[in-house]
Each structure stands twice: as structure tokens, then as C-alpha cells.
């Protein structure tokens, strides 16, 4: 009953986020230079030809009837139709939100299973050998571009081992999950070195705390004193970076998905950016707020599971 | 027994020599290697396969494997060929043409192409918000004369009819199916083409099936197209792509990086393409903008430029150094001398212009890293001529606004033809009362515009070509543009496909490849 409060009471707090990503979005590309129209057919049009075309589209109207026509329809459901696809907005993103959800999932499980062995190992080992060469390669891993790095990835694994696809997204579920190898890795060498730095961070000052003191000198073994006390008092610090760059990484999607050619939302979005196809922009950014928020509020329920005391407030 | 056996024998003999004699002209399908798939790695992707809504060359190039227009681009792309339509008579006075339809052929659902389709499918083309409605802007009336023939009436002559009915928006659809439902059209059209849709997978691939019902025959007699299977996949990474052709995941890369082409080129069981194209490299001048409403300006940029240094430094040195403004389609004259790399004549030209220091902003797209690298290459001859320039980076579409606007000097772009008649780009690039101010440029020449009016209407191909020749010669030596090179299409694929070629129009023509 309390879980469900909780859940009910970030969601309401989400809808003001919507409505501001919503609206932003919507001015932000009708103020930048450019129209679909002109752009599909290379200017060779007229002005008339042009006017004609958005009038049908009731593209002429004023900018808040145009923006409160897409809340409504978007409240039943209707996304709008896309300019340059012709097909339903809604429909295009049915087909492509698989290979992002599965990136997403993917690559935040490569992270969390690098991270939370190194980060736990490294809090344990202070200042020792192994710690010093974990903390650089993280530094060298949030340094480097991850197209750069997905490009290494590929040549490497792609063509001179030619161990697994370098591109796409496959034909069966199995498959799917071989593409998604080379991308999720990607991510995790970027994401990882974020968790394990904040992992060891928080697990050390909760290693110096009394408590800890106290669990030592009752004689407990060390990795439950690690495992059980420290680690679920180090994870909320943690889980809340993990939480901000999961919803910075539906933006990063937008690269990966390039560079390793995914038909997901994050390649869609850059095909509807560069020729303008306003109604696909505008759908595309519900969709991915509605992800981030989504993301988050499954981030501060499991705040709720590892620490009750959240749920007071 | 012995005299019988012999006796067979000896028939067995003439039969097999005789069936020998009869067959030896005539290729068996075994001989032919039909079936196969053949996999491309492509740049861009179809973004809908509906021929009459504006559209990229991703979707254009899909769309003409699959549907067919009257008139074909031929194995060049350069001729054309009957098509839908097996041959037309044009009346003396040019205002008549007649177009008498294929007998024989279906749509790939097996229903009959008839005359009403085609007056549906022209007619729905010559729509203002069609993408080539001005293509067809000398047309009166499309009418169907009888089951069989097709008449278009003219304003005015314009020979160019022919190759705008060759264009892939001209493709002649099934007027039921289109009318049932132009969204579901756009995923899976009902057309003529060699191949059908068979899964169109957004984001990912195309897939194409052989179409059992094309109208066309190979060397065995069977319906064209060889292969069995193309599959299209949407690579936007050129690296990817080279990548991909390297580990034989793909039989055939597009548009491969310039700097990876030498590479694809000596790598065993790989062959690169150079197929000549439509295009046209240029920095793009804004006439009515100082300093470059001055011609003397503009012709000292082209002096000024070093074309064989910027051939091997950005093109690593696949294409032709231009002699003209637009591209090499089928009127283009070698007679008009390109102007030469002569620094000091530039450097002439810009004093005797009393060039007042005013800076020309060269608009980049940003992200194109070839375009950045000629615009320093260019900033830097043009400044050692005396001029002040300055490079400025937008994005792609942001930077064609403001193009379009007019809000610009000079710009690093291209443009290319989408037919084989030199009338549709020269005019649009100089007319200046057009929608696009000669594409831009604010390009104002009456005699050019007298020209191009007499050459639309001349029957007389040779007569024809003196018109396009001494407009070339105008307009190029008036500084137009700065021409940078006539591109090829670079592709690379595996040296075991054969008959693989990109046709100048942009397209494949995939009818005759085979994959042993």
C-alpha cells in the first residue's frame, strides 16, 4: 500500500517534466531554420506549392492551437502521421523500440556486472596496486568518445577476430542479443567506470563508520561486513548515478545506435531531426521523456527496496 | 544384337549432336546461376516506397527497382528505352505525343496495367504538391485514346517530355490499389517492376523479392530479373560499410569513404567502381551579394582555384576536373575550355575590380569533414589572390535556409541532374523568375534564358546540342559558380557479382546481375 502511494506520488510529479520536455520540443525545432517540404524536394518547389502542402496539414495554424491539438490527440493515443513516411507516428515507434529497450537493458547489465565486482574489491583494497590501475583505466574510460570506442570494438571484434556482427540488429531473439554484445559493451566502457568510481567511494566512508566498527569487533566475517552492511548502504549513492545516466544514455543511444547501425528511436530521431518531420520529433520526444521518467521512477522504487526509510516521505 | 546396338549407338549420336546444334545459341538456367541474394550496404534508407510524395534518393532508389514508369533509363542510366510503353509517335509539330502501351504486361498481382492506370498515375504526378510537378509543367492534358494508347497534349514543345516520363515519379501504379489505401502503398506498392517488396524493415533493411511476373526476358527465355533476392541493408556509417565488404557480409558497398577506396581497391576478391553520375561538386555563389556581384570576383575564384590540387587532396583523384556549371549530362560540350589554374591572373582580377576587403563567408555543412577540408583548401588559395575569407559551419538543412533565403555568399554543395536531359538542371539553375532564383544564385542572364526557351522546343538533336553547348559556354565563363569536379559513384563490391552497375541517374540496375 505504501509502495503504491509512493509510485502514485512520483508520477503525478512527473507530468509537469512531460509537459515542459513536450513544449520545448516543439518550439525548439519550429524555431530552427528549415521545413520538411523544402527539404524533400531539394527546393525545387514554390512558396504557393508550399503553403498549399503545410495548409493541408493545418501546419498554417497559430503555434498553441497547433500544440494543444497534439496534447489531446496524444492523451487518446494518436502521436500524429509522419510528413516524410506518410505512416503513423505511433506505429513507427512500435517497430522501433525494441532494439533501444534492449540496448538500454543491455548495456546498464554489462555496467552493473563490471562495476559492482571492481568497485567492491577496490573499497576493500585501498590504495593497493590493483585500486590505483582501477581508478585510471576509469578515467581513461569516461575520456574516451564512445563512437571512437564503438568504432575500436568493432574492428577489432567485428573483422580482424570476426567474432561477432558489426552492425544491426539481427532476425531472431537470439540473435538480437549477439548484435546487442558489441553496444552494450560500448556503454559499459563508458557507464561502468562511472559506477565503479561512485561504488567505491560511498563504500569506503561507509567503511568508516562506527557501524562497521561495531560489526568488526562482534567478530563478523569481512565479506558479510562488505556484502551486507557496507554494499547496501553504499547502493543508494550508486543507484542514483546509475539512475541520471541511464536517463543520459537514451540520449547517447542517439550515437551508439549510429555507429553500430540499430533501428531503434535514437537513429529515428536523427532521421526525423535532419529533415524536420515535426510530427515524428514531436512524438518521438513524448516517447522519450515518458522513457527517462519511466527509468527514473523504477530507480527511486528500488531506493524503496533497499532502504525503507525512503518511503516516509 | 551387334548391328542393332550399333545402329543405336550411331542414333544416340546424330540425337545428341543434332539437340547439340539446336541448343548451342541458347543459355540453359543452369548456365545462367539464377537465384542467389545479393546484399548492399547503403548510406541512406527508403523512408516510404510511395513514388508520388516527395522523397530522398533513399526511397528513389528503392522505388525504381520496383515500380516502372513508360519510358526506362537504359543499362547506362544515360538513353532511355521503352518501358510500360512499347513505342510512341510524336506529331510534326511536337504538341502530340502518342504512347502506345506494352502488350502482355501485369501488375505483380496479375492484374492487367490498362490505360486507366497510366492516365491515373500521370495525372496524380502532374499534382502541384507531387515532388516533380514542374517536370511536367508544358503538359495540357493526359488522356486515354483507346485500351491501348495513351495520348499527352503540350502547351508548348518541349522535348524533354520524354525523359521526365522516364522518372521514377512517373512510374505507372495500380490505380484500385493506390486508391484503397496510399499508406498501405507506401509499405508494399502494387507495380511492374522486376522486383517486389518483401519485408521493409524501417531502420534496418529492404528486402526485395524477383517479381515471377515481369514482362521482361532473359538469354533462357525466362522472365528477368536473375537474382533471386536483394536484400538493401542501411549502413549509415562508411566505415561500417567498408568494414562490412571486407568481412563478406556484403556483396556490394555504396558510396564508399574516398580516403578507403584505394584499400577496397587492392583487396583480393574486392573491385571498386567508378560509375560516371549526374553530379556536380561546386561552391555555390550568391550573385546579388558584394563582393560577389562583381565578375571579375567571381572569375578570379575560379582562377584562383587549384583544381588537381584539391582533385588529389579531397577526391584522392576519382573524378574530372569541370569545364562547366552544370553536370555532365547528355548535352554537355567538351568544346568550352575549363578555365585554367592561373593564380596570377586572379590576383590581376581582383585589383582591377578594386576589391574593397569586404570578407566572403564560405558556408560549410558541418559534419561533412570533405567539404570542410575544401573550403580551407579554397580559403586558402582565394586568400593568396588578394581576397579576405572566412569559413562558417551550420548544420546541413539550417545551411540550405538560409541558401534558400538568400542569406549567404558562397557555399561548398552539389547538385545533380534526376534525368538524362540537360533542360531540367540548366534552366533550373538559370532561370532566374523561377521558384529558386537560378538555384540561388540570383543569376540573371536574358540571352541564356532565350536559349534554353528555343532548346526545349528543337526536335533537331544536333541543333539542340549547339544551344546547351553555347549556354555552357555563357554561363560557365560568366562565373556562375566554381565548379570543383563531376563526382563518380564509388562503390565497391565482390569481383565474383556479375553485371553490377550504378547507373549515372543514381539507381542500380539490377535486372541482368547475377550472383555464380
Request: aromatic fraction near 10%; glycine fraction near 8%; include cysteine.
Amino acid at each position: 500500500m505504501v509502495y503504491l502511494r509512493y509510485t502514485i506520488s512520483r508520477l503525478v510529479a512527473a507530468l509537469p517534466v512531460l509537459v515542459a520536455v513536450t513544449l520545448f520540443s516543439f518550439l525548439a525545432i519550429k524555431l530552427v531554420p528549415g521545413d520538411p517540404v523544402r527539404i524533400m524536394m531539394r527546393d525545387r518547389v514554390s512558396d504557393e506549392q508550399v503553403a498549399a502542402i503545410y495548409a493541408k496539414l493545418g501546419m498554417d495554424r497559430p503555434l498553441v492551437v497547433q500544440y494543444l491539438s497534439f496534447v489531446g490527440k496524444a492523451a487518446t493515443g494518436d502521436l500524429g502521421q509522419s510528413i516524410i513516411q506518410n505512416q503513423p507516428v505511433s506505429a513507427l515507434v512500435t517497430e522501433r523500440i525494441a532494439p533501444t529497450l534492449t540496448l538500454l537493458a543491455v548495456g546498464t547489465i554489462f555496467s552493473i556486472l563490471i562495476a559492482l565486482p571492481i568497485g567492491i574489491i577496490a573499497a576493500a583494497r585501498p590504495d593497493t596496486f590493483f585500486d590505483q590501475v582501477v581508478r585510471v583505466v576509469c578515467i581513461l574510460g569516461f575520456a574516451m568518445p564512445h563512437f571512437w570506442v564503438g568504432l575500436l570494438l568493432m574492428l577489432a571484434f567485428g573483422v580482424q577476430l570476426r567474432l561477432l556482427p558489426i552492425s544491426g540488429w539481427g532476425a531472431s531473439f537470439g540473435d538480437h542479443l549477439v548484435h546487442m554484445i558489441l553496444p552494450g559493451l560500448t556503454i559499459a566502457l563508458f557507464l561502468g567506470p562511472v559506477l565503479i568510481r561512485t561504488l567505491r567511494a560511498s563504500m569506503l566512508e561507509v567503511l568508516a563508520t562506527d557501524q562497521i566498527e561495531v560489526a568488526r569487533a562482534r567478530g563478523l566475517p569481512a565479506w558479510r561486513i562488505l556484502g551486507k552492511h557496507a554494499l547496501r548502504n553504499a547502493l543508494i549513492p550508486t543507484l542514483t548515478v546509475l539512475a541520471v545516466n541511464i536517463s543520459w544514455l537514451v540520449s547517447g543511444a542517439v550515437v551508439i545506435e549510429s555507429v553500430f547501425a540499430l533501428p531503434g528511436l535514437g537513429s529515428l530521431l536523427i532521421q526525423a531531426v535532419s529533415f524536420r518531420d515535426y510530427p515524428l520529433i514531436q512524438g518521438l520526444s513524448v516517447v522519450l521523456a515518458v522513457t527517462t521518467v519511466g527509468i527514473n521512477l523504477i530507480a527511486d522504487l528500488s531506493y524503496a527496496l533497499v532502504d525503507r526509510r525512503v518511503l516516509r516521505d | 544384337m551387334n548391328s542393332r546396338n550399333k545402329l543405336l549407338g550411331a542414333f544416340t549420336a546424330l540425337a545428341s549432336i543434332v539437340s547439340g546444334l539446336l541448343f548451342a545459341g541458347q543459355a540453359t538456367s543452369a548456365d545462367l546461376h539464377r537465384g542467389g541474394t545479393l546484399t548492399m550496404g547503403r548510406p541512406d534508407e527508403p523512408l516510404t516506397l510511395d513514388p508520388f510524395i516527395p522523397s530522398d534518393n533513399g526511397s528513389i532508389f528503392a522505388i525504381a527497382q520496383v515500380c516502372e514508369p513508360l519510358i526506362l533509363a537504359d543499362k547506362t542510366g544515360m538513353g532511355l528505352e521503352p518501358g510500360l510503353a512499347s513505342s510512341w509517335t510524336i506529331s510534326p509539330d511536337g504538341l502530340t505525343y502518342v504512347f502506345a502501351l506494352r502488350d502482355g504486361v501485369v501488375f505483380s498481382d496479375g492484374k492487367p496495367v490498362t490505360a486507366e492506370d497510366v492516365v491515373f498515375s500521370l495525372t496524380k504526378q502532374m499534382d502541384p504538391s507531387a515532388s516533380f510537378g514542374f517536370a511536367f509543367e508544358p503538359v495540357k492534358a493526359i488522356e486515354k485514346t483507346d485500351d491501348k494508347h495513351v495520348t499527352i497534349t503540350l502547351k508548348t514543345p518541349y522535348v524533354p517530355i520524354l525523359s521526365a516520363l522516364s522518372l521514377y515519379a512517373a512510374s505507372i501504379v495500380q490505380k484500385a490499389a493506390y486508391e484503397a489505401s496510399p499508406e498501405a502503398f507506401g509499405l508494399k506498392p502494387v507495380c511492374t517492376g522486376p522486383f517486389t517488396v518483401q519485408a521493409y524493415d524501417r531502420g534496418s533493411q529492404l528486402v526485395l523479392a524477383a517479381n515471377p511476373k515481369y514482362w521482361a526476358k532473359g538469354e533462357d527465355g525466362k522472365p528477368l530479373p536473375y537474382l533471386g533476392k536483394v536484400v538493401m541493408k542501411y549502413m549509415p556509417d562508411g566505415n561500417a560499410r567498408v568494414l562490412g565488404l571486407k568481412n563478406g557480409d556484403l556483396d556490394v558497398a555504396l558510396q564508399l569513404p574516398l580516403s578507403q577506396a584505394a584499400s577496397v581497391k587492392a583487396t583480393a576478391g574486392l573491385a571498386l567502381e567508378e560509375a560516371p553520375s549526374y553530379a556536380l561538386d561546386y561552391i555555390y555563389l550568391n550573385h546579388a551579394k558584394k563582393p560577389i556581384d562583381d565578375k571579375r570576383i567571381r572569375l578570379a575564384l575560379n582562377y584562383a582555384t587549384n583544381h588537381d590540387a584539391l582533385m588529389k587532396a579531397v577526391y584522392f583523384g576519382f573524378g574530372e576536373v569541370p569545364n562547366s556549371f552544370t553536370p555532365k549530362v547528355n548535352y554537355w560540350s567538351a568544346n568550352v575550355k575549363a578555365i585554367p589554374y592561373d593564380p596570377d591572373k586572379a590576383a590581376a582580377l581582383v585589383k582591377e575590380a578594386n576589391y574593397d576587403g569586404t570578407p566572403i563567408e564560405l558556408i560549410v555543412s558541418s559534419g561533412n569533414s570533405s567539404h570542410r577540408q575544401t573550403a580551407s583548401i579554397l580559403q586558402a588559395a582565394w586568400q593568396k589572390a588578394g581576397l579576405k575569407v572566412n569559413i562558417v559551419q551550420y548544420e546541413g538543412a539550417t545551411a540550405s535556409a538560409m541558401v534558400r533565403k538568400g542569406e549567404y555568399q558562397a557555399r561548398v554543395g552539389l547538385i545533380s541532374s534526376d534525368i538524362n536531359d540537360s533542360d531540367e538542371i540548366a534552366t533550373l539553375q538559370t532561370e532566374f523568375a523561377g521558384s529558386t532564383h537560378a538555384f540561388f544564385s540570383w543569376y540573371k542572364n536574358d540571352e541564356v534564358t532565350a536559349l534554353l526557351n528555343q532548346a526545349r522546343g528543337e526536335l533537331d538533336t544536333t541543333k539542340r546540342a549547339a544551344f546547351y553547348e553555347k549556354v555552357q559556354g555563357i554561363v560557365y565563363n560568366d562565373g556562375y559558380n566554381v565548379p570543383l569536379n563531376f563526382v563518380p559513384f564509388i562503390n565497391g563490391y565482390k569481383t565474383k557479382i556479375e553485371n553490377w552497375q550504378n547507373i549515372a541517374v543514381g539507381w542500380w540496375w539490377l535486372k541482368t546481375t547475377r550472383i555464380p
